[in-house]
């Protein structure tokens, strides 16, 4: 499963949206094409909140993705390879 990525688990609900859903089918976030004056960037929303902006729908996607695995994961270790909501390192 090398080639499996979190953009695989988008579904494009309408042009320029898309919602990731768990193994269950269950939504956890969604990422929406957006213009903006510095030119097209991807709104990624985690259970509603707004958890930052992407240059690509790629980049989107895995930040998603690894917010949900950090709530499946209680107190990850200082030096974790996921980013918190900012995008920094734990």
Do not use: F
């Not at 859903?21 to 097209?40: A, C, E, F, M």
């Not at 985690?46 to 240059?55: A, S």
């Not at 200082?78 to 920094?88: E, F, L, R, T, V």
Request: one cysteine or more; charged letters at 25%; proline letters at 10%.
């Amino acid at each position: 499963m090398a080639d499996w990525h979190p953009i695989l688990a988008a579904d494009e609900v309408q042009p320029g949206v898309w919602v990731l859903r768990d193994p269950r089918g269950n939504p956890y976030g969604s990422v929406q094409l957006r213009r903006t004056k510095d030119g097209p960037r991807y709104r990624t929303e985690h259970r509603g909140e707004l958890i930052g902006w992407g240059t690509s729908l790629r980049q989107s996607c895995m930040r998603l993705h690894q917010m949900m695995l950090r709530e499946g994961v209680p107190g990850l270790p200082a030096g974790s390879p996921w980013p918190d909501k900012d995008g920094n390192k734990l």
